[in-house]
Nanobody, 122 residues
Framework: VQLQACGGGLVQPGGSLRLSCAAS????????TGWFRQAPGKEREFVAA????????VYADSIKGRFTISGDIARNGVYLQMRSLKPEDTAVYYC????????????????WGQGTKVTVSS
């Protein structure tokens, strides 16, 4: 499984961005996908995830109501729509794939994309 994240950039507070995660690999169909982020000087934290089976989603409390994760099974794509962005959302965002049911736990993810940087600043 290979993952490639893109869509980051510089945005003003209150703005929006849409991150994309393109997945490849013949076994990817059995994986759930999550988004994590790591701000400078901080540990990596869970943002959101979508289960491959059924498409249910989970979110971190810090972004609930502002971010939406979605998936396109046909295109092996997972997206993170981010709205009402705040300076504290500034981080490198990573997509990752797992077969575990523990979607919030980054240690359960087997494959990681390279990250895309999001900067929220005026």
């Amino acid at each position: 499984v290979q993952l490639q994240a893109c869509g980051g950039g510089l945005v003003q507070p209150g703005g929006s961005l849409r991150l994309s995660c393109a997945a490849s690999g013949r076994t990817y169909s059995s994986y759930s996908t999550g988004w994590f982020r790591q701000a400078p000087g901080k540990e990596r934290e869970f943002v959101a995830a979508i289960r491959r089976s059924g498409g249910s989603t989970v979110y971190a409390d810090s972004i609930k109501g502002r971010f939406t994760i979605s998936g396109d099974i046909a295109r092996n794509g997972v997206y993170l729509q981010m709205r009402s962005l705040k300076p504290e959302d500034t981080a490198v965002y990573y997509c990752a794939a797992t077969r575990s049911v523990s979607l919030r736990d980054d240690t359960q993810y087997n494959y990681w994309g390279q990250g895309t940087k999001v900067t929220v600043s005026s």
